[in-house]
């Protein structure tokens, strides 16, 4: 005979508390302390509660800034992918690790969100404040990050292969004949940057270059981009693979600047493939990510952890493509190579 199904009376009479208190647990409410907090859970898996997401429930999706283009389409596609599940995506643009992501997650946490979703936030960062940690693990709420797990933690992350980003950036360039290859790599201590340079120093090692060294570390800017591409192209870099589009774009600026042409004298490879970067002249060539698959393994792996069913542990990674436009070419330059 089939079992019938416990309901939330039952669980607040095991557990001596009113029925509304369970459905604040339940919810991830505020306003319920954590010794009943645990009171609650344990008379729900006593009783074997089947839990279900809740219909129109809230999650965070904390982002470094709309303003860069890949975290804007990022965001939204993890809006679309979450809504078949019943949930609603909140975007909190903010600086990874700083005084208002924490703010946004307290806040979000105070109007009961289910889930929160760190989107390349301070979870790509070596050393993250540990209230970050505390908030969430006190609250109950599930978490997942994208590209890099929240250090200390036990948070589920789903992320693009970076290291192998940056050989595919290195080995595409390298086939058409280019040695002095340079790397426009975002700041130290910032996980997928650091990612990157391992990669392109793996690659250019493997590849028999391995006394090539052209790394100069920047902000993921047109800004620093340009800066990075002035030292790069100063020590006889005839390619650059640019962390970032927006780094790309930079390098593109200063080459012209120094009066050489992209792709004739210097190569140009970015990364993302921003939504925009096959229209600008010439058309980018760059790394992009998989943001499709990124969105709907987000969306159906903080699903699967509301409901308590079994969630791959650890750090996926999601394979990145090349895609090959105007600003890479044959190695034709006419300065020497030494």
Request: no cysteine; charged share 20%.
């Given at each position: 005979m089939q079992q019938e199904k416990v309901g939330i009376t039952e669980v607040a009479e095991r557990a001596g508390v009113s029925v509304a208190t369970v459905s604040r647990v339940l919810n991830r409410k505020n306003g319920v302390s954590q010794k009943t907090r645990q009171v609650v859970e344990q008379a729900l898996d006593a009783l074997g509660y089947?839990?279900?997401?809740?219909?129109?429930?809230?999650?965070?999706?904390?982002?470094?800034?709309?303003?860069?283009?890949?975290?804007?389409?990022?965001?939204?596609?993890?809006?679309?992918?979450?809504?078949?599940?019943g949930l609603r995506a909140v975007i909190c643009p903010s600086l990874p690790g700083g005084v208002q992501e924490r703010d946004y997650l307290r806040s979000l946490l105070d109007l009961g969100a289910v889930g929160i979703v760190f989107c390349s936030a301070s979870n790509t960062l070596d050393v993250v404040e540990p209230e970050v940690l505390q908030l969430l693990e006190s609250r109950g709420v599930p978490y997942v990050c994208i590209n890099g797990?929240?250090?200390?933690?036990?948070?589920?992350?789903?992320?693009?292969?970076d290291g192998y980003a940056a050989e595919l950036s290195v080995r595409h360039l390298h086939q058409l004949g280019h040695r002095?290859?340079?790397?426009?790599?975002?700041?130290?201590?910032?996980?997928?940057?650091?990612?990157?340079?391992a990669g392109y120093r793996a690659a250019m090692a493997a590849l028999g270059l391995g006394g090539t060294d052209l790394v100069v570390r920047q902000s993921y800017t047109v800004e620093g981009g340009r800066f990075a591409a002035d030292q790069l192209i100063a020590g006889g870099a005839t390619a650059i693979v640019a962390c970032s589009d927006q780094m790309a774009l930079g390098a593109i600026r200063a080459a012209r600047r120094q009066g050489l042409a992209v792709p004739e004298d210097v190569s140009v490879i970015g990364?993302?493939?921003?939504?925009?970067?096959?229209?600008?002249?010439?058309?980018?060539?760059?790394?992009?990510q998989p943001v499709d698959r990124l969105a709907a393994a987000v969306a159906r792996g903080l699903a699967q952890l509301m409901t308590e069913r079994q969630v791959p542990t650890g750090e996926l990674m999601f394979q990145p493509e090349v895609v090959v436009r105007g600003t890479t070419a044959p190695h034709h330059d006419r300065r020497p190579l030494d």
């Open positions: 089947e839990r279900g997401v809740t219909t129109g429930g809230i999650v965070g999706v904390i982002t470094p800034g709309l303003s860069i283009p890949i975290f804007g389409v990022l965001a939204e596609k993890i809006g679309i992918a979450l809504a078949p599940h797990r929240l250090a200390g933690g036990h948070s589920i992350a789903y992320s693009t292969d002095r290859i340079g790397m426009a790599a975002g700041p130290a201590g910032n996980r997928p940057a650091d990612r990157r340079v990364y993302d493939d921003g939504p925009l970067m096959e229209f600008t002249d010439p058309p980018l060539t760059t790394v992009r």
